[in-house]
């Protein structure tokens, strides 16, 4: 394949260099200059009718749209010239004649793109003394809701619908001041990945009925995390309010996701809030579990375990680190671990390669396989007569009463408590994946890291800090004070894994190495 | 000629010889007539020779662009291994403008011929006729006429027995001012939203399903026949101008003047001559106020203007507007310029396609300004609010129906301020009586 040809423009004052074909906007965007937009987006075709980022090049009759206009060799781009200006204005005061100024009760308002250049660009006052126009709110199926009258009819929904998610529900109706965003006969936004429209509405009318009214977006903490609920790996963000996880909305990567995540994904955050969980170690006395000291409580765990051969029964969603620290358990014997996935129906987004709701509904299927664990659908199959049963944060249906009257001795280490594991030795609470971080490897073998959001509840701590304490008292090296330690003893003695650190991962993640001999 | 009105010993019947008269209208009658005999001679030349003609002619397009036709033609390669595609621009919809309509009603073969002519001078094989779906009468004379045409083996697989093939369809439109537009009637064609595409790709290089695509207007295609059988030289004489603008055009008249109706002269003719000699002037007891030469989307003239005005290309341009599709809407001291400007400004308002910003906002902002004025409610902030908002739309859209709205508006504020002050200051339109108020 031959090398793009490069041109060499100068945008505001800075030259830049990109590839033949390259929108001004994309070039300007090198060149660290925001050309302010509506209708486009990186991840949809070029519509060019927001009109809001004309920009004036030099020698051209009349200011282009950055979006749809290819860069030229030696073209100079004037992005905050007056002219350029003027006509921004005029484009965020024909917007505003007819959308309503209900900022103070929209969800939008604080991450709105109307809002913010209004703010730095448009008018301080508005001209028109006409009545706006009026539409009613509609309901547009699946999550989505459409508040009419905020529109600015971008298109961006449309286009997500046509060409990425390729099932055309959604379209322009009527013409003039009258168009409106409008459902074809009979259709509802029910593809499984229709949810993105809200995140690409760039104003308040299109809005997650989910999300409704649940909070400002100011009042929102954000941390960059990996969606939990497919082998797939989407980058997302998590968004916490009051300590509450209240929305998912997808990080880009280029390499995953793109701009997109799924319903499925973006809508099954709420386990990740639950209040029945345990915040306390627990230890047995006699026929009844006491809460004790973390010492205490590891101390407990750790004679049960030892001397007898183990078997772990592990969460398909535990970080690598995590399952990294169990196998060295189970390594220290002949001990044994196994999983069981969840499954669902896979959904493609067709126009994004390589991406989907993978049937698997777990994190980390992939890391958990590397790391020598064993799917199965009766993962208790390996526990034998008189074997200590480490459970640590899997699904409890997979277990009944008699495997537990097998097992020599019960340690569940998890976020919550199931009735049927009462029995056991003892118990250790532990963060769920959004209070902790660690790193998950997706389907296509990417180590991605996700970031803590919120606050463990009552004396939980990161699965990684429990086992790690958990493998000292048991004689091993494991003191780690910090996640990325754990992954650096990880990357040290796992060869798929080395040479990535949580450095090098970023907030983008690494592909790892292909095991010697395959592939 | 004047149809409905006789020819005018002024004019210059190329076009509209035989407006009128309904024989015609069928193959034999227009066979009669001289037709197809440029079909029959074009097809016996190559491409490059057709283009080369119409090139010299100095044709250029009708429509209201007044792009040059055979330079047009030249940008379509013919043997680049792609589909070609003529469109012909039936979708008269500009107010004041219906030129075409009397060239598909009396002379469709003239259109056929035409279309033909172009189709194999720019390498298509298929031609789509998009005629406006208001066109009752104009879509009924030209589907006959395209059904003689094939049983005539004129068109079809072996055009005149030639080998070529040339397949004319009739697309009918479905009343949406902006499928005039190239690139919406492109999109229209395909069974998409009538929408204007950003340009570039111009339609030369990706137009209709993508391929190369010449577009011209029916008044430009009926032009080509007489070109080729008398010559480039006979239709480039007729310039009583300037040399840039040749041949004959016709003119759509209507508005307050005594005889409305469709007339043709040579490029160059005195404008003040032709709305007062060749149109009969004003009626009686009045005076004329205003023009608006080239359909509604151009500059209004005072008269002042118009009277010194050569009615060519250069000269509308010349004298504050364009020539633009040559339908020319006279206006006498009985009109209120207020109520006019808006009454334009909403059915802008109302043809926008809703793409661009500036226009879909702007032109119903326009005219709800210039409805409240009309009604007495206006001030003077709205008067240079009117003249920024309609900067604001010109220059800046996919397509120029905005401008279109806006064009009327500037020059009507500019050259009929008076007006304008007369509604605010009375807070009444002056032209109404106090009763009727």
């Given at each position: 394949?031959?090398?793009?040809?490069?041109?060499?423009?100068?945008?505001?004052?800075?030259?830049?260099?990109?590839?033949?074909?390259?929108?001004?906007?994309?070039?300007?965007?090198?060149?660290?200059?925001?050309?302010?937009?509506?209708?486009?987006?990186?991840?949809?075709?070029?519509?060019?009718?927001?009109?809001?980022?004309?920009?004036?090049?030099?020698?051209?009759?009349?200011?282009?749209?950055?979006?749809?206009?290819?860069?030229?060799?030696?073209?100079?781009?004037?992005?905050?010239?007056?002219?350029?200006?003027?006509?921004?204005?005029?484009?965020?005061?024909?917007?505003?004649?007819?959308?309503?100024?209900?900022?103070?009760?929209?969800?939008?308002?604080?991450?709105?793109?109307?809002?913010?250049?209004?703010?730095?660009?448009?008018?301080?006052?508005?001209?028109?003394?006409?009545?706006?126009?009026?539409?009613?709110?509609?309901?547009?199926?699946?999550?989505?809701?459409?508040?009419?009258?905020?529109?600015?009819?971008?298109?961006?929904?449309?286009?997500?619908?046509?060409?990425?998610?390729?099932?055309?529900?959604?379209?322009?109706?009527?013409?003039?001041?009258?168009?409106?965003?409008?459902?074809?006969?009979?259709?509802?936004?029910?593809?499984?990945?229709?949810?993105?429209?809200?995140?690409?509405?760039?104003?308040?009318?299109?809005?997650?009925?989910?999300?409704?009214?649940?909070?400002?977006?100011?009042?929102?903490?954000?941390?960059?995390?990996v969606?939990p609920?497919c082998t797939q790996g989407c980058n997302?963000?998590?968004?916490?309010?009051?300590?509450?996880?209240?929305?998912?909305?997808?990080?880009?990567n280029?390499d995953v996701?793109?701009?997109?995540?799924?319903?499925?994904?973006?809508?099954?955050?709420?386990?990740?809030?639950?209040?029945?969980?345990?915040?306390?170690?627990?230890?047995?006395?006699?026929?009844?579990?006491?809460?004790?000291?973390?010492?205490?409580?590891?101390?407990?765990?750790?004679?049960?375990?030892?001397?007898?051969?183990i078997h772990a029964v592990v969460s398909p969603s535990l970080s690598n680190e995590a399952l990294y620290l169990v196998a060295r358990i189970l390594g220290r014997g002949d001990g044994t671990g196994a999983f069981r996935v969840?499954?669902?129906?896979?959904?493609?987004?067709?126009?994004?390669e390589d991406l989907a709701?993978r049937a698997d509904?777990a994190a980390n299927v992939q890391g958990a396989e590397m790391l020598g664990f064993r799917r199965s659908?009766?993962p208790?199959?390996g526990?034998?007569?008189?074997?200590?049963?480490?459970?640590v944060?899997?699904?409890?249906?997979?277990?009944?009463?008699?495997?537990?009257?097998?097992?020599?001795?019960?340690?569940?280490?998890?976020?919550?408590?199931?009735?049927?594991?009462?029995?056991?030795?003892?118990?250790?609470?532990?963060?769920?994946?959004?209070?902790?971080?660690g790193t998950f490897t997706n389907i296509r073998g990417r180590v991605q890291r996700f970031?803590?959001?919120?606050?463990?509840?009552?004396?939980?701590?990161?699965s990684w800090?429990?086992l790690?304490?958990?493998l000292?008292?048991?004689?091993e090296p494991g003191?780690y004070?910090?996640a990325s330690d754990v992954f650096a003893a990880l990357a040290a003695s796992r060869s798929e894994f080395s040479g990535l650190s949580y450095d090098s991962l970023g907030?983008r993640g690494l592909p790892v190495m292909a095991p010697a001999g395959a592939r | 000629?004047?149809?409905?009105?006789?020819?005018?010993?002024?004019?210059?019947?190329?076009?509209?010889?035989?407006?009128?008269?309904?024989?015609?209208?069928?193959?034999?009658?227009?066979?009669?007539?001289?037709?197809?005999?440029?079909?029959?001679?074009?097809?016996?030349?190559?491409?490059?020779?057709?283009?080369?003609?119409?090139?010299?002619?100095?044709?250029?397009?009708?429509?209201?662009?007044?792009?040059?036709?055979?330079?047009?033609?030249?940008?379509?390669?013919?043997?680049?291994?792609?589909?070609?595609?003529?469109?012909?621009?039936?979708?008269?919809?500009?107010?004041?403008?219906?030129?075409?309509?009397?060239?598909?009603?009396?002379?469709?073969?003239?259109?056929?011929?035409?279309?033909?002519?172009?189709?194999?001078?720019?390498?298509?094989?298929?031609?789509?006729?998009?005629?406006?779906?208001?066109?009752?009468?104009?879509?009924?004379?030209?589907?006959?006429?395209?059904?003689?045409?094939?049983?005539?083996?004129?068109?079809?697989?072996?055009?005149?027995?030639?080998?070529?093939?040339?397949?004319?369809?009739?697309?009918?439109?479905?009343?949406?001012?902006?499928?005039?537009?190239?690139?919406?009637?492109?999109?229209?064609?395909?069974?998409?939203?009538?929408?204007?595409?950003?340009?570039?790709?111009?339609?030369?290089?990706?137009?209709?399903?993508?391929?190369?695509?010449?577009?011209?207007?029916?008044?430009?295609?009926?032009?080509?026949?007489?070109?080729?059988?008398?010559?480039?030289?006979?239709?480039?004489?007729?310039?009583?101008?300037?040399?840039?603008?040749?041949?004959?055009?016709?003119?759509?008249?209507?508005?307050?003047?005594?005889?409305?109706?469709?007339?043709?002269?040579?490029?160059?003719?005195?404008?003040?001559?032709?709305?007062?000699?060749?149109?009969?002037?004003?009626?009686?007891?009045?005076?004329?106020?205003?023009?608006?030469?080239?359909?509604?989307?151009?500059?209004?003239?005072?008269?002042?203007?118009?009277?010194?005005?050569?009615?060519?290309?250069?000269?509308?341009?010349?004298?504050?507007?364009?020539?633009?599709?040559?339908?020319?809407?006279?206006?006498?001291?009985?009109?209120?310029?207020?109520?006019?400007?808006?009454?334009?400004?909403?059915?802008?308002?109302?043809?926008?396609?809703?793409?661009?910003?500036?226009?879909?906002?702007?032109?119903?902002?326009?005219?709800?300004?210039?409805?409240?004025?009309?009604?007495?409610?206006?001030?003077?902030?709205?008067?240079?609010?009117?003249?920024?908002?309609?900067?604001?739309?010109?220059?800046?859209?996919?397509?120029?129906?905005?401008?279109?709205?806006?064009?009327?508006?500037?020059?009507?504020?500019?050259?009929?301020?008076?007006?304008?002050?007369?509604?605010?200051?009375?807070?009444?339109?002056?032209?109404?009586?106090?009763?009727?108020?």
């Amino acid at each position: 394949m031959s090398e793009a040809k490069m041109i060499t423009l100068t945008i505001e004052g800075r030259q830049v260099r990109v590839a033949e074909g390259t929108s001004i906007l994309e070039a300007a965007k090198a060149a660290g200059v925001l050309v302010p937009h509506y209708c486009y987006h990186p991840g949809l075709p070029v519509a060019g009718v927001c009109r809001m980022c004309l920009v004036e090049v030099e020698k051209a009759p009349k200011l282009a749209p950055a979006c749809a206009t290819a860069v030229a060799e030696g073209q100079i781009v004037h992005v905050h010239s007056g002219k350029a200006l003027e006509a921004r204005k005029g484009v965020l005061e024909f917007l505003l004649i007819n959308h309503p100024l209900d900022c103070p009760i929209c969800d939008q308002a604080g991450e709105c793109e109307l809002q913010d250049y209004t703010f730095a660009e448009g008018r301080s006052e508005g001209r028109l003394i006409e009545p706006k126009r009026f539409n009613p709110v509609e309901d547009f199926g699946g999550d989505v809701l459409y508040v009419t009258n905020r529109c600015i009819l971008c298109t961006r929904c449309v286009r997500f619908m046509d060409d990425v998610a390729q099932e055309p529900v959604l379209n322009v109706s009527e013409r003039g001041d009258r168009a409106v965003i409008g459902k074809f006969e009979g259709q509802d936004l029910t593809h499984p990945w229709s949810g993105n429209v809200v995140d690409l509405c760039p104003v308040g009318a299109l809005l997650s009925k989910d999300f409704l009214n649940k909070a400002r977006a100011w009042e929102l903490d954000r941390a960059a995390s990996v969606c939990p609920n497919c082998t797939q790996g989407c980058n997302i963000m998590v968004e916490t309010r009051d300590n509450m996880v209240v929305r998912l909305r997808p990080r880009s990567n280029e390499d995953v996701n793109k701009y997109f995540m799924c319903d499925y994904g973006r809508l099954n955050y709420r386990w990740m809030n639950r209040t029945d969980r345990l915040e306390a170690p627990l230890v047995r006395h006699g026929d009844r579990l006491a809460a004790a000291e973390w010492e205490v409580a590891i101390d407990a765990a750790a004679r049960a375990l030892e001397g007898k051969r183990i078997h772990a029964v592990v969460s398909p969603s535990l970080s690598n680190e995590a399952l990294y620290l169990v196998a060295r358990i189970l390594g220290r014997g002949d001990g044994t671990g196994a999983f069981r996935v969840e499954r669902g129906p896979e959904a493609p987004l067709p126009g994004v390669e390589d991406l989907a709701l993978r049937a698997d509904r777990a994190a980390n299927v992939q890391g958990a396989e590397m790391l020598g664990f064993r799917r199965s659908d009766a993962p208790l199959a390996g526990l034998r007569g008189g074997d200590a049963l480490l459970f640590v944060d899997a699904d409890p249906s997979v277990l009944d009463v008699g495997d537990l009257e097998r097992a020599g001795a019960v340690v569940v280490i998890g976020t919550a408590l199931p009735e049927i594991l009462r029995t056991a030795d003892a118990v250790l609470p532990i963060a769920n994946m959004v209070e902790e971080e660690g790193t998950f490897t997706n389907i296509r073998g990417r180590v991605q890291r996700f970031l803590q959001a919120r606050a463990a509840p009552g004396m939980a701590r990161p699965s990684w800090w429990v086992l790690g304490d958990l493998l000292a008292r048991l004689g091993e090296p494991g003191s780690y004070f910090l996640a990325s330690d754990v992954f650096a003893a990880l990357a040290a003695s796992r060869s798929e894994f080395s040479g990535l650190s949580y450095d090098s991962l970023g907030l983008r993640g690494l592909p790892v190495m292909a095991p010697a001999g395959a592939r | 000629m004047g149809f409905p009105h006789k020819s005018h010993p002024r004019e210059t019947p190329v076009l509209s010889t035989h407006f009128g008269d309904s024989e015609a209208r069928s193959l034999s009658g227009w066979r009669a007539r001289g037709g197809y005999r440029a079909l029959e001679q074009a097809l016996g030349m190559t491409p490059a020779e057709i283009v080369n003609v119409v090139k010299d002619s100095g044709l250029r397009g009708r429509g209201g662009a007044g792009f040059p036709t055979g330079l047009k033609w030249s940008f379509m390669k013919p043997g680049d291994g792609k589909p070609h595609y003529l469109c012909c621009n039936a979708d008269e919809s500009e107010p004041g403008t219906f030129k075409d309509r009397e060239i598909m009603r009396w002379t469709p073969h003239a259109l056929i011929e035409g279309c033909a002519i172009a189709s194999h001078a720019i390498g298509a094989e298929t031609c789509y006729i998009y005629i406006r779906g208001e066109f009752t009468e104009p879509l009924q004379t030209v589907g006959a006429a395209l059904d003689e045409a094939y049983r005539d083996g004129i068109l079809g697989k072996s055009a005149m027995g030639t080998g070529k093939r040339i397949d004319i369809y009739i697309h009918k439109g479905a009343g949406a001012y902006i499928c005039g537009e190239e690139t919406a009637l492109m999109n229209s064609i395909e069974g998409r939203r009538g929408n204007p595409r950003i340009k570039p790709p111009f339609p030369a290089v990706a137009g209709l399903f993508g391929q190369p695509t010449t577009i011209n207007n029916v008044e430009t295609l009926a032009a080509v026949p007489p070109i080729l059988t008398n010559g480039a030289e006979w239709y480039k004489a007729m310039s009583l101008s300037n040399p840039k603008s040749t041949g004959t055009k016709l003119f759509s008249v209507c508005g307050n003047i005594a005889r409305p109706g469709n007339y043709e002269v040579t490029m160059g003719f005195p404008f003040r001559e032709f709305l007062h000699d060749i149109c009969g002037g004003a009626r009686p007891g009045h005076t004329l106020k205003a023009v608006i030469p080239g359909g509604s989307s151009v500059p209004i003239q005072t008269m002042q203007e118009a009277d010194a005005t050569l009615m060519d290309y250069e000269g509308f341009v010349a004298n504050g507007s364009m020539l633009g599709s040559g339908g020319v809407i006279v206006f006498d001291d009985s009109v209120c310029m207020v109520r006019m400007i808006g009454r334009l400004a909403r059915f802008y308002a109302h043809e926008s396609c809703a793409q661009c910003t500036q226009c879909r906002e702007g032109t119903a902002w326009v005219t709800k300004i210039l409805e409240r004025m009309e009604n007495g409610g206006g001030t003077t902030r709205d008067l240079d609010t009117l003249l920024e908002l309609s900067e604001n739309m010109t220059g800046k859209t996919i397509c120029v129906l905005s401008d279109s709205c806006a064009a009327p508006v500037v020059s009507g504020i500019q050259k009929f301020r008076h007006e304008f002050e007369a509604h605010i200051n009375g807070k009444r339109c002056p032209m109404r009586s106090a009763a009727a108020a």
